[in-house]
């Protein structure tokens, strides 16, 4: 029987908030995709194609549908509304072709369009600012459409699947699809490529404890991630950059897609290349960083990262390239998901904390190291030697910990420290994200 988490970090220090429940009990359930590629015959293909076709009329119609009784009425139509008309507009003599596709889909069209409302709505009243309107929908790849799981109109069969309206498609992926399906999303990524995506809910138990505390993670565009435990060693995780490595070919496909004349088979097959290219880019950057952050997670019971804000960050014009090359967003969201998924906990410290400027062993603030071109500096106060990054690091870890409600008390070298002279308002963002 695995010991709570509380009693597991109990040879360091036991965190102050409550935990529960403990791990010797039933695995929770979480919500969990499987993706898997499909190879659907001739016939299918023109029924997944003919289906995000309707569904994207479903979706331009009924937003026309309700711009129009806005400005006619002063008032918008509800969903429920747009769910009558829905049925009606199947009837209808000029419209009866969208009784050929799946009506999951179509319905699945109007709840993108209502959530899709509420998300502008919420958006004004948050920030004040009139964006996010919903727009519409354009005929082009990555065009997807959702069913739901009703009657066992889904069934997962040995590489293949079957889907209402389409029968068993066969299929290649992950083998290991179980839990309750929820519903399944087909996509089409690019021409003649198609995916599913399966929702499942699974139970999934809590990792057993880990063989080291907490873990200080600072990302950046050199190197793509510097670890350390705190105990003086540092693990370096090369930045790959993937979408620079391949740029010549994304500059030499899209180069012959400008050259192609619109609409024609050339040009259908140019912008599929080239389409490929984003996609294996994609796939590539996804696989990094899943390999990561599920090592940190088994490794490591705290970690510790900044609250990163990339939308502001790329606004720098000299580094946006490099900084969304990198995709901090999807590991910093990906180490949420899995320490949730897995009973670990992830502290996240304010962004303007200034991680590089302080002296991890005395704490003094050198503002010279703003400059990103110093990369190794000498601590004026106690003359000791830092890598600018490692030395982040340590002290992204220190922080991390305060914020988790678990001061550590030690420098990088086992002694003793004074607390660092911080502005009050550093701390002020600092939040652990609970996740037991």
Same mark, same amino acid.
């Given at each position: 029987?695995?010991?709570r988490?509380?009693?597991?970090?109990?040879?360091w %220090?036991?965190?102050?908030? #409550?935990?529960? *429940?403990t791990?010797?009990?039933t695995?929770?359930i979480?919500n969990?995709?499987?993706v898997v590629?499909?190879y659907?015959? &001739?016939?299918?293909?023109e029924?997944?194609?003919r289906?995000?076709g309707c569904a994207?009329?479903?979706?331009?119609h009924?937003?026309?549908?309700?711009i129009?009784t806005y400005r006619?009425d002063?008032?918008?139509?509800?969903? !429920?509304?747009?769910d009558?008309?829905?049925t009606?507009?199947k009837?209808?003599?000029?419209?009866?072709?969208?009784?050929?596709?799946?009506k999951?889909?179509?319905? %699945?069209?109007?709840?993108?369009l209502?959530?899709?409302?509420?998300?502008?709505?919420?958006?004004?009243?948050?920030?004040?600012?009139?964006?996010?309107?919903?727009?519409?929908?354009?005929?082009r790849?990555?065009?997807a459409?959702? =069913? %739901?799981?009703?009657n066992?109109?889904?069934?997962i069969?040995?590489?293949?699947?079957?889907?209402?309206?389409l029968?068993w498609i066969?299929?290649?992926?992950?083998?290991?699809?179980?839990?309750?399906i929820?519903?399944?999303t087909?996509?089409? /990524?690019?021409?003649?490529?198609?995916?599913?995506?399966?929702?499942?809910? /699974?139970e999934?138990?809590?990792?057993?404890a !880990?063989?080291?505390f907490?873990?200080g993670v600072?990302?950046?565009?050199?190197?793509f991630?510097?670890?350390?435990?705190?105990?003086? #060693?540092?693990?370096?995780?090369a930045? *790959?950059?993937?979408?620079?490595?391949a740029?010549?070919?994304?500059?030499?496909?899209?180069? =012959?897609?400008?050259?192609?004349?619109?609409g024609?088979?050339?040009?259908?097959k140019?912008? &599929?290349?080239?389409?490929?290219?984003?996609?294996?880019t994609?796939n590539?950057?996804?696989d990094?960083?899943?390999k990561l952050?599920?090592s940190? /997670?088994?490794?490591?019971?705290?970690?510790c990262?900044?609250?990163?804000?990339p939308?502001?960050m790329?606004?720098?014009?000299?580094?946006?390239?490099?900084?969304?090359?990198?995709?901090?967003g #999807?590991?910093?969201? %990906?180490?949420?998901y899995k320490?949730l998924w897995?009973?670990?906990?992830?502290s996240?410290i304010?962004?303007y904390?200034?991680?590089?400027?302080?002296?991890?062993?005395c704490?003094?603030k050198?503002?010279?190291?703003?400059?990103?071109?110093?990369?190794?500096?000498?601590?004026?106060?106690?003359?000791e030697?830092?890598?600018?990054d490692?030395?982040?690091?340590?002290?992204?870890?220190? #922080?991390g910990?305060?914020?988790?409600?678990? !001061?550590?008390t030690?420098?990088?070298?086992?002694?003793g420290r004074?607390?660092?002279?911080?502005?009050s308002?550093?701390r002020?963002?600092?939040h652990?994200?609970s996740?037991?």
């Open positions: 029987m695995l010991p988490r509380d009693q597991r970090l109990g040879a %220090q036991t965190p102050c908030r #409550e935990v529960t *429940p791990e010797s009990s695995p929770p979480r969990k995709a499987f590629r499909l659907p015959n &001739t016939t299918q293909t029924l997944i194609n289906t995000l994207r009329f479903v979706y331009n009924f937003l026309a549908r309700r129009e006619q002063g008032k918008s139509i509800t969903y !429920a509304a747009t009558k008309e829905l009606l507009l009837r209808a003599e000029g419209t009866l072709w969208l009784a050929a596709v799946d999951f889909a179509l319905q %699945q069209s109007l709840r993108d209502e959530k899709a409302y509420q998300n502008f709505f919420r958006t004004v009243k948050t920030t004040g600012r009139k964006v996010g309107f919903p727009k519409f929908r354009k005929k790849t990555g065009e459409y959702r =069913t %739901q799981f009703t066992d109109n889904i069934e069969g040995d590489h293949c699947l079957k889907l209402p309206k029968g066969k299929t290649r992926g992950q083998p290991d699809i179980h839990g309750k929820l519903n399944v087909v996509r089409r /990524v690019v021409e003649g490529h198609y995916e599913a995506t399966v929702l499942c809910q /699974v999934i138990p809590y990792l057993p !880990a063989a080291k907490a873990a600072d990302v950046g565009i050199k190197a991630a510097i670890v350390t435990g705190g105990n003086g #060693e540092f693990d370096h995780h930045n *790959p950059k993937f979408y620079r490595s740029l010549r070919k994304f500059r030499k496909a899209q180069k =012959t897609l400008s050259k192609r004349k619109r024609s088979v050339r040009y259908r140019a912008k &599929t290349k080239l389409a490929r290219i984003h996609r294996s994609a590539r950057r996804q990094f960083i899943h952050t599920i940190l /997670v088994r490794e490591y019971e705290v970690i990262t900044e609250h990163l804000k939308v502001n790329v606004k720098n014009r000299q580094l946006a390239l490099s900084i969304s090359d990198t995709g901090w #999807e590991f910093i969201r %990906q180490l949420e320490s897995y009973g670990r906990l992830v996240k304010s962004p904390f200034p991680s590089s400027q302080l002296c991890h062993d704490g003094f050198n503002p010279e190291v703003k400059n990103l071109a110093v990369r190794m500096w000498r601590c004026p106060n106690c003359r030697t830092h890598d600018r490692e030395n982040a690091a340590l002290n992204i870890r220190r #922080e910990l305060v914020a988790a409600g678990m !001061a550590d030690l420098n990088a070298h086992g002694d004074r607390p660092t002279s911080v502005g308002g550093l002020s963002e600092n652990a994200t996740v037991v």
